[in-house]
Structures are given as C-alpha cells and as structure tokens.
C-alpha cells in the first residue's frame, strides 16, 4: 500500500466540510501526513461580482475578491485553531474558478495521495444529485476520494 503523504480536504466552510477538516486532520495527525486545505470561490460568483462592476463605477471585482480571499484565508486559520490541528504542516489555498475544476488540479499540482470531502456542500443538494461537486469528483479524482458523511449526533 502506497503510503499517504498528503492529505487535501476541499472546504467550502459548511458543516460536511467541517466535519470533513476535522476526519482529514486526525487522519493527517495519526498518518504523520501533510494536510492541504483548499477552498474555491466559484466562478459564478466571480462572473456575477464583474457584473456589479459594470453597474457601480465605485466598485472594483478585483477588490472583491482580494477582499474575500483575505476573508477565507483568516476563517481557515480560525477553524484549524479550533480543530486544534495547528501542530500539522498545512498548506492553504484560495483558488476562483468552477470548483470540481480547481479541486482537481489541485490534486494534481500538489501531490495529494487522498482526497477527504463532505458529501453535500454549502447549498446543501442531496450527494446524489448529478452535476454536484461530489459528484464529479468521484468522477474524475486521480486519486483516493473519502466522502464524509454529516456526523448526526452532534
């Protein structure tokens, strides 16, 4: 068996990708194993923000999103204090584009040896609804994927 060196969780910050963090950082502790934590601000997002921009003269996307990456940035490192899992070598990144995309190349730019995610995301869609970010990752994922079901007894 192929040992785990590095371990990516993708974390849009709701409660499956926390529960997904948590799993992937004691896996990365008891592994002695890297963790990278990737969060992506969607590419509809960035599209509807250069829309504003064309409307409001006063207001930069650029800005927006330098803003945000800022933002998720200092949230990351808040819940990785939380977790208490500031002893592990972490690697964080901030990507803009379709999710599943940025995921994945991730994966492949970083060395990832096991990918851990929730099932459901931020809005919150049933796993098995085709066209999720789940879904297509089970799809195309070069490597191991962990799907981390919402822990209901907390």
Same mark, same amino acid.
């Given at each position: 068996? !192929? ?40 590419? !509809? ?23 945000? !990456? ?7 490192? !808040? ?76």
């Amino acid at each position: 068996m !192929k040992r785990i060196r590095k371990i990516m969780v993708a974390y849009d910050f709701s409660d499956y990708s926390e529960e997904a963090l948590v799993f992937a950082a004691e896996l990365a502790d008891e592994l002695k194993s890297d963790l990278m934590i990737v969060n992506v601000i969607n590419q !509809k997002e960035v599209d509807a923000v250069l829309r504003a921009e064309m409307e409001a003269v006063s207001f930069s996307a650029d800005q927006f999103i330098k803003d945000r !990456k800022k933002d998720r940035l200092e949230d990351i490192h !808040k819940i990785i204090e939380e977790i208490s899992a500031e002893h592990l070598p972490v690697e964080i990144k901030i990507k803009t584009g379709i999710p599943f995309r940025e995921l994945i190349q991730a994966v492949r730019d970083g060395g990832v040896d096991l990918v851990v995610m929730g099932q459901k995301g931020r809005t919150n869609l049933s796993g098995i609804l085709f066209g999720t970010t789940a879904e297509k990752m089970f799809r195309h994922c070069p490597v191991p994927l962990l799907s981390m079901r919402k822990n209901m007894s907390r």
